[in-house]
């Protein structure tokens, strides 16, 4: 899946909620710090990390990928 941002970066959290990869923000949050969110393929424990265009998330099964305008 790839996901359009309109702004230099977004961060990891609200990422995860704009592309449903969770519900809540908490959501997030908690697989965030339970390490089960992988950020260009490297487990991430930031929850404010900064991604740019080119970065991918993945959660389970599902991978997003960010692209710019």
Do not use: W, Y
């Amino acid at each position: 899946m790839r996901q359009v941002i309109h702004t230099e970066f977004i961060r990891l959290d609200t990422l995860m909620k704009l592309a449903s990869l969770t519900p809540t923000g908490g959501q997030a949050k908690e697989k965030i710090q339970a390490g089960q969110v992988l950020v260009n393929g490297e487990c991430c424990t930031q929850r404010g990390k900064k991604l740019r265009p080119g970065d991918r998330v993945t959660l389970g099964d599902e991978t997003v990928e960010i692209v710019g305008e």
